[in-house]
C-alpha cells in the first residue's frame, strides 16, 4: 500500500507517520512510495508502523449511527 493510500483510507495515518518520523506525507513520492520503502529510506521500523496503523479504530461510516 502506498503512503497516499492509507491516507485517503484514514486521515489519521498521518499522525501515526508523524509519531514514526516519517513527516514526508506531503512530498511528490508520496503517491507511489509503499510505507515498508519509505519507513526503510528513513531508517524506521515498518513493522511498527503497520502495527500501529493496524490500531487504528475504524472509522464510522456516514449514516451507521
Same mark, same amino acid.
Given at each position: @500500500?502506498?503512503?497516499?493510500e492509507?491516507l485517503? #483510507?484514514?486521515p489519521? #495515518?498521518?499522525?501515526?507517520?508523524? %509519531?514514526?518520523?516519517?513527516a *514526508?506525507? &506531503? *512530498? @511528490? &513520492?508520496?503517491s @507511489?512510495e509503499?510505507? /515498508?520503502n &519509505?519507513? %526503510? @529510506?528513513?531508517?524506521i521500523?515498518?513493522?511498527?508502523?503497520?502495527?500501529?496503523l493496524?490500531k487504528? #479504530?475504524?472509522?464510522? /461510516?456516514? &449514516?451507521n449511527?
Amino acid at each position: @500500500m502506498s503512503i497516499l493510500e492509507a491516507l485517503q #483510507a484514514d486521515p489519521r #495515518a498521518r499522525d501515526v507517520f508523524a %509519531k514514526h518520523g516519517l513527516a *514526508c506525507t &506531503g *512530498c @511528490m &513520492g508520496v503517491s @507511489m512510495e509503499s510505507i /515498508e520503502n &519509505g519507513a %526503510k @529510506m528513513h531508517s524506521i521500523d515498518p513493522r511498527a508502523i503497520l502495527d500501529d496503523l493496524n490500531k487504528l #479504530a475504524p472509522l464510522a /461510516e456516514p &449514516g451507521n449511527d
